[in-house]
């Protein structure tokens, strides 16, 4: 049997809900920030599937937490349903964790939007406003692609593209190239700050 690698909104809310069950199996109870596609799929703000889960952090009583390495009763519970569903093992994985160590965003967990799968699972899910900050990185480090595309569907405004939204301790990475910032801005509605704008930055 094929190995599935492409999950949708229908399918990351069962696999959340099974990694729940999993958990609730093994007594205990962990709370999840993740960012990315499939985070953008669970608050309807893309359509596109994506292929994994990416953990930014596991958070505790508000704090943040790096979550490398993975718990293991997280990593038991993932592999358990990756063999349910047919999945790859790194369904679930923490490869943006990195960006804890950059800093987040300024009020960050304030902004989190709380998905509950079961009483052993909860999902914090990046604001909108935090995803378009990640994305518009991720597009100039990585290039356009998939980045563009999600940030072309989340529609920011002139205003939140301006936003810095680190903490005083950031520095900015690099400026904008011309083309990725123009694939950044919506021509139809001229949203489109002047170029002169940084991307979003990190600590030192």
Request: hydrophobic share 40%; charged share 30%.
């Amino acid at each position: 049997m094929a190995i599935i690698s492409i999950m949708d909104a229908v399918q990351t809310d069962q696999l959340f809900s099974a990694l729940g069950e999993q958990l609730a199996a093994r007594g205990r109870r962990i709370e999840l920030v993740v960012i990315g596609g499939s985070g953008l799929l669970a608050l309807g703000l893309i359509g596109r599937p994506t292929g994994d889960v990416d953990i930014v952090a596991l958070l505790s009583s508000g704090t943040l937490a790096k979550p490398r390495p993975l718990p293991r009763a997280l990593i038991e519970a993932r592999d358990q349903v990756a063999r349910d569903f047919n999945l790859p093992e790194d369904w679930l994985n923490a490869a943006p964790a990195d960006l804890l160590d950059f800093g987040l965003p300024d009020g960050f967990v304030d902004r989190l939007e709380r998905r509950d799968h079961g009483e052993a699972l909860t999902v914090h899910l990046a604001s909108r406003f935090d995803q378009i900050h990640f994305k518009l990185y991720a597009m100039v480090d990585q290039g356009a692609g998939k980045h563009e595309a999600d940030l072309r569907a989340l529609e920011p405004t002139r205003d939140e593209l301006l936003a810095r939204p680190l903490d005083a301790h950031a520095r900015p990475i690099r400026r904008i190239p011309r083309a990725a910032h123009r694939r950044a801005c919506l021509p139809r509605s001229r949203r489109c700050p002047p170029r002169r704008l940084e991307t979003t930055s990190h600590a030192d």
